[in-house]
């Protein structure tokens, strides 16, 4: 059975509750026998939405304190109970997203909030946050939050929750998190931790048993039998995709299985821009496509890389681990795309000719993609891939540039001179 955690590692500091509540997840998560493949984990912005890439379950990384509101619509979306939804939410999230947290509880959907309540917002330079305990000192309150925080376990009980239970984060907390992922409604559970880079620092000879008990916010658990959210029996409105225009289809495509394609380079070099010009002509050609774009925080900087998966039947997972082509063509590109391509058994390398040729197992194919310039050699490798594989028409990549009226703003002549080349 595979296990929810990849990694004994994780990415917190040392002495962080949050790897106690990831760890006593995955405690649960064993313990009940639920199938990683049937959990959904929804974090967000925060130190505790790390965890993601140590998650062997399927995640979901949304904005600050939309966790609660992007599970609700998976719940929505999923109503079987042995799909278990499992949110992770620092108190910061938890108080931005607050609303979010009293729909959930209110409509009792079947999902759990874990909030991991250290008192202030960690990643973000030790802030307090709306669950600050009064007198608790951060760096905006040096000589102690004067405020009172949420009571976030009343409030939530108030609002309809089927469970819930605040407990301090020390030890084995595994029975509290199993009763609330096993509760047929909605649960929350709200860990009491401290943050060891800021809570300790600015709370010098304070016991953290202490700090708990000062907070007034009682230990406990809070229970009610209620069924669960399901659909009322009224009519239902129309899917509003169906609505949408189809794209259209231009030319038959030759595809008959799905490959994944990792294009990979630098910012500014118009990596994205290539490979959303790329996946509609898939689309022309009537194929199915996925596109996600990566890079740094720092826009304009560092790599650019985007996943594209194209399909002559529907796609249902858009992630990509091992790539059936990897197209490089740039350092940046290389290295942020280096493990993937070591990973390949099988497939196509394309890699700028000015590059290292990393050890894989796929075949290698090394182009001049930077011959017209930097700012269009991801471009210009678009153009290379369709010509080589057939996967998608060379005419109808030019078809979607000139309908989109770029036509004018690209170097068309240049790269089909190059183009003829190779």
């Known amino acids: 059975m ?84 499992i949110v992770f939410v620092g108190d910061g999230g938890a108080t931005i997203g607050l609303q979010h947290i009293m729909e959930a509880a209110r409509l009792n959907l079947n999902l759990t909030v874990l909030v991991h309540n250290n ?149 500014g070099e118009g990596v994205q821009l290539a490979a959303g010009i790329l996946t509609k002509a898939a689309m022309t050609e009537g194929l199915e496509i996925t596109q996600k774009g990566s890079y740094p925080v720092t826009v304009g900087v560092g790599f650019s890389t985007a996943e594209i998966n194209l399909s002559p039947s529907e796609i249902h997972f858009h992630g990509i681990d091992i790539p059936d082509y990897a197209v490089i063509t740039s350092t940046d590109g290389l290295a942020h795309s280096r493990k993937r391509i070591e990973g390949m058994k099988s497939g196509v390398l394309f890699i700028d000719k000015s590059l290292p040729v990393p050890t894989t197992g796929a075949k290698i194919e090394q182009l001049d993609f930077r011959s017209i310039g930097a700012r269009d050699s991801s471009l210009f490798a678009a153009f290379v891939f369709a010509k080589k594989t057939g996967i998608v028409s060379v005419d109808s990549i030019l078809n979607v540039i000139i309908n989109d009226g770029k036509a004018d703003k690209l170097p068309l002549e240049k790269i089909k001179e190059a183009l003829a080349t190779v």
């Open 119 to 267: 008192f202030l917002y960690g990643m973000t330079g030790g802030q307090s946050s709306g669950l600050t305990p009064t007198g608790f000192a951060t760096t905006t309150s040096t000589d102690g939050n004067p405020f009172t925080g949420y009571d976030l376990c009343a409030m939530s009980f108030a609002a309809g929750a089927s469970y819930v239970a605040r407990i301090v984060g020390i030890g084995d907390i595994s029975k509290t998190i199993e009763k609330a992922i096993t509760t047929n409604g909605f649960s929350l559970v709200e860990i009491m931790e401290i943050c060891p880079s800021y809570g300790i620092k600015l709370n010098p000879k304070r016991k953290f048993t202490e700090i708990v008990e000062a907070s007034g916010k009682p230990i406990g658990e809070w229970e009610r039998n209620r069924a669960p959210f399901d659909f009322p029996k009224w009519k239902k409105t129309a899917n509003l995709f169906d609505k949408l225009p189809k794209a259209e289809t231009l030319k038959s495509t030759k595809l008959e299985t799905p490959v994944s394609i990792v294009l990979s380079g630098s910012a």
């Open 2 to 85: 595979t296990p929810l955690l990849n990694t004994s590692s994780l990415p917190f500091c040392k002495g962080c509750g949050h790897d106690l509540i990831a760890k006593n997840v995955a405690k649960v998560i064993d313990y009940l026998k639920i199938n990683v493949f049937d959990t959904i984990a929804v974090t967000d912005i925060g130190c505790h939405g790390i965890i993601d890439k140590a998650l062997n379950c399927h995640t979901v990384h949304g904005l600050h304190g939309r966790s609660t509101a992007l599970a609700a619509g998976i719940r929505f979306g999923v109503l079987s109970p042995e799909k278990k939804i």
